[in-house]
C-alpha cells in the first residue's frame, strides 16, 4: 500500500490508470488510456510521475507516426544578464 500524502487535502494517495484528453495543434483532441499515476482518494487530485510522463509522450509520438506526421518540438532559451 502507498503511503504518500495528498498536496491538495492529506488523503492518501494510491495508484491508479486514468484517462486523459489532450489537445494538440496538429493532431487534435486525443485520448490517452491506462496513464499510470497516483490519484487521491479523497478529493480526486492526480500526480504524473516520471513513468506517466513517458507513456504519454510516447503516446503521442506514436500517433504521430500513424497520422505520418513529425513532431516538432520547441526549447526555451534564457538571456541571462550580468
Known amino acids: 500500500m502507498n503511503n504518500e500524502k495528498c498536496w491538495e487535502c492529506n488523503g492518501t494517495l494510491q495508484r491508479a490508470l486514468v484517462t486523459e484528453t489532450y ?3 496538429v493532431l487534435g483532441s486525443i485520448a490517452i488510456t491506462d496513464i499510470p499515476m497516483l490519484r487521491c482518494c479523497s478529493c480526486g487530485d492526480k500526480v504524473i510521475g516520471a513513468d506517466g510522463s ?7 509520438e506514436r500517433e ?6 513529425q ?8 538571456i541571462i544578464t550580468e
Open 23 to 25: 489537445d494538440k495543434p
Open 54 to 60: 513517458a507513456y504519454i509522450d510516447d503516446t503521442i
Open 64 to 69: 504521430y507516426k500513424k497520422q505520418g506526421l
Open 71 to 78: 513532431r516538432q518540438y520547441r526549447t526555451r532559451t534564457e
